[in-house]
């Protein structure tokens, strides 16, 4: 029988994965097109309104998709959340709790991945995210002041 709290985990990890895949699939595709831009001159010349549109439409999914992803506070749904799940409820990564997660029969089917995930690796992941702080800052500035709210003062001078 599988608990709330697992089921919690799995609701959690589907939904953080989809999202990180989508993020990861338009960032790869926004820096494919800016940096084929250069090496193909004629297409870009002659669809330049296209692929004007379509970069920043990727621009904008990965700026607020990013956001939505790692800024604490504005939703529960988020990195920093997830990490804190998992710092209270290391018990969801003992061998035993995802041999029966996987459905295995014995704990040594479990790959080896090379880490355990404990309050150590946590507490790294945790400063990992913070090392992006200014980088978050960032984004959450562009995207309040201008994608999500459109401030008076970028109105005139959207550069700013």
């Given amino acids: 029988m599988i608990s709330e709290l697992e089921n919690k985990f799995k609701r959690y990890v589907t939904a953080l994965e989809r999202e990180l895949c989508i993020l990861n699939t338009q960032y790869r595709l926004l820096v494919f097109l800016s940096d084929s831009k250069y090496e193909r001159e004629d297409e870009y010349r002659h669809a330049r309104y296209f692929f004007h549109s379509v970069t920043n439409s990727l621009f904008t999914d990965v700026l607020l998709i990013s956001t939505k992803l790692l800024e604490c506070g504005r939703s529960d749904k988020n990195v920093p959340d997830f990490l804190h799940f998992a ?3 290391l018990s969801l990564f003992t061998p035993e709790a995802v041999k ?3 459905g295995f029969s014995n704990v040594k089917q479990i790959p080896n991945r090379g880490y355990i995930v404990d309050s150590n ?3 790294s992941d945790k400063s990992k995210l913070s090392e992006l702080d200014q980088i978050l800052n960032n984004l959450k500035k562009k995207r ?3 994608y ?3 401030d008076k003062w970028c109105f005139d001078d959207p550069k700013k």
């Fill in 87 to 89: 710092e209270c409820n």
């Fill in 121 to 123: 690796f946590v507490l």
């Fill in 148 to 150: 999500a709210h459109y």
């Fill in 144 to 146: 309040d002041k201008y």
């Fill in 100 to 102: 029966i997660r996987r």
